[in-house]
């Protein structure tokens, strides 16, 4: 019997690998932090619960991006999500996962606010706060 065909992980870019080390590196002192290597991605966690994936060897869905995974997402949230362009939904019901595409090092400050969020949403299960601009 064949095997459905799944989504291939291309390798990722050496700018994303130094992207996704720097994005590593600035919150590895967050509290409550774990980093764990996830079939060629680093693993996120915020005690028991994922909130990112960083690419080390292999790419997510596009070149140049990072995931996020959303436990409970408010609707400010949501809606800062929705009209960033390098957001996208990733997962069936297009509701928790999203992937974060860089394409500058000026993106890595977004990126690490979009972890930053995740990481707040995986705290208790509680919605993530929109932060104030």
Same mark, same amino acid.
């Given at each position: 019997m064949?095997q459905?065909?799944? *989504?291939k992980?291309?390798?990722v870019?050496?700018?994303?690998? =130094?992207?996704?080390?720097? #994005?590593?590196?600035e919150? %590895?002192?967050?509290p409550?932090?774990t980093q ?5 991605f ?6 028991t619960?994922?909130?990112?994936l ?5 790419g997510i869905f596009k070149g140049n *991006?990072?995931?996020l995974?959303f436990?409970?997402?408010n609707r =400010?949230?949501r809606a800062? #999500?929705?009209?960033?362009? %390098? ?7 297009k509701m928790?996962w999203?992937s974060?595409?860089l394409?500058c ?12 969020l995740a ?6 299960g509680?919605?993530?706060?929109s932060?104030?601009?």
């Open positions: 064949e459905p065909d799944r *989504a992980l291309l390798p870019s050496e700018q994303m690998k =130094a992207w996704a080390a720097a #994005l590593a590196a919150i %590895r002192d967050w409550q932090i764990k290597s996830f079939f060629g680093t693993a996120l966690y915020r005690g619960k994922i909130f990112g960083l690419p080390r060897t292999r *991006a990072m995931a995974r436990h409970d997402v =400010a949230t800062r #999500l929705e009209k960033d362009s %390098r957001i996208a939904a990733f997962d069936k019901n928790r999203f974060f595409e394409s090092d000026a993106d890595l400050h977004d990126a690490l606010d979009c972890l930053g990481y707040e949403a995986a705290k208790s509680k919605p993530a706060r932060p104030q601009n």
